[in-house]
């Protein structure tokens, strides 16, 4: 544990450092400021003690731990939930999260933080989401005899686990009353830990992108563009993607005239849509900006400036490529496979589970330049049998691995408020 200490010691340093030209470092500084007594005011004023507390890292966390949330909520609408967030891109986002009772930063995982933080929240039980793994406060749940899982998690053989210095890491997975994994393989990795407390429950995200096909925004303009026409979705897209695509358009416009693109970038600041916007001029295409609110759509490609709707979009769509796989990886698959779009995405995937399933399924296609993106796209346009195999298989695989949420929300239910 010393040296785990001294590099959270070392972290929060550097964190402190880079607060003083960096927005997001300063978010994450500034918002863990007086934490203890705005805990104890919180707590009090809102009579958390006993609460159930789940963390997530971020955002994409969140989305894992909130169908588990939504779930007791619904199911135990009198239990407190309290959410922590690592970072600032979560609790930026979600800091009015309306089904949680309270929404904070985890005070950063040093022992005598873990010990207050309990000691003032006195949660009766503990969640976290898919990698938190945090010492100090794992061992501090066990000491106090607070029961502790971790959901929708995936063991991998890189991990510390695995690893010469990984010894406290290893111990710390025998903290937690259950741990519900993802996927076969990381119950096997957690028996070769000697970790017996491993349960295959699945991926919680399969139940949150079926809770939103299921009522997704209705979006007019979006519908009105993408009438009667084959729909590429570039769903937090990233330059190389969008090169790759606009190439491939260039080529396929001309012979299929009902070929339209929506392009939902990664970052929609200001410089990157204007990028974006540079690179269409070169190719001299015309396009509307969403955020300009056109009367009517009459150019076939639409640039998606503004954020909070991806997995809405995706409903109009006809095919989906997924932004990331010529960066640090993929974006998310499910959103768009859920209402049956086929999935194209660049060759960085193999981190991610669920990707690899879609190919072997023949409903996800990997490209590693505008040759092979133009020739799968060239399929789905010219042979709707093909499209349509492809579009079933998609839209039945997420339904197939449902249920993850029902499985942990009843192996929590002794602890749970009626």
Excluded at 129 to 146: R, T
Excluded at 320 to 344: K, Q, S
Excluded at 400 to 407: E, F, I, Q, R, Y
Aim: aromatic share 12%; hydrophobic share 40%.
């Amino acid at each position: 544990m010393i040296l785990y200490n001294l590099g959270i010691h070392a972290f929060r340093l550097g964190l402190i450092i880079a607060s003083l030209f960096k927005p997001k470092a300063k978010l994450w500084v500034e918002g863990r400021k007086n934490w203890k007594q705005n805990l104890r005011s919180k707590v009090d004023e809102l009579n958390l003690k006993g609460a159930t507390w789940l963390h997530a890292a971020s955002l994409g966390e969140f989305e894992q731990g909130r169908p588990v949330i939504e779930k007791i909520k619904k199911e135990y609408p009198d239990q407190k939930i309290v959410l922590t967030f690592f970072s600032p891109s979560g609790y930026e986002i979600q800091k009015n999260y309306p089904l949680a009772d309270l929404v904070i930063y985890l005070p950063i995982d040093t022992s005598s933080n873990a010990k207050q933080f309990l000691s003032i929240l006195n949660p009766k039980l503990a969640i976290f989401v898919k990698y938190e793994f945090w010492l100090n406060y794992l061992f501090q749940l066990k000491k106090q005899s607070i029961p502790t899982y971790l959901i929708s998690t995936v063991i991998k053989r890189h991990q510390s686990f695995f690893k010469w210095y990984g010894g406290d890491f290893r111990k710390a997975l025998k903290t937690y009353n259950t741990i519900y994994t993802q996927d076969v393989y990381s119950l096997r990795l957690l028996k070769l830990l000697k970790v017996t407390s491993g349960v295959l429950a699945g991926d919680t995200r399969f139940d949150r992108v079926l809770q939103i096909c299921s009522s997704p925004k209705k979006l007019n303009e979006i519908e009105q563009f993408s009438k009667d026409a084959f729909v590429v979705i570039a769903g937090s897209s990233w330059q190389k993607d969008e090169e790759h695509l606009i190439e491939a358009y260039v080529r396929l416009k001309a012979t299929h005239p009902h070929l339209k693109l929506i392009i939902a970038p990664h970052e929609i600041d200001k410089k990157n849509i204007d990028r974006l916007c540079n690179l269409l001029f070169k190719y001299k295409l015309s396009f509307h900006l969403f955020s300009d609110n056109p009367p009517e759509y009459i150019d076939s490609i639409l640039v998606i400036n503004a954020i909070g709707f991806l997995s809405s979009v995706y409903q109009y769509g006809t095919v989906a490529l997924i932004g990331g796989g010529f960066n640090d990886g993929i974006h998310n698959v499910l959103e768009p496979t859920v209402y049956g779009l086929p999935v194209i995405f660049g060759p960085n995937y193999h981190k991610f589970n669920e990707a690899h399933q879609i190919i072997d399924l023949k409903a996800g296609f990997v490209f590693n330049d505008a040759d092979e993106l133009t020739n799968q796209l060239t399929v789905f346009l010219d042979d709707q049998s093909e499209l349509s195999t492809a579009s079933r298989l998609a839209q039945n695989y997420v339904r197939k691995n449902s249920g993850a949420t029902n499985k942990i929300v009843d192996g929590l239910k002794e602890y749970l408020i009626k």
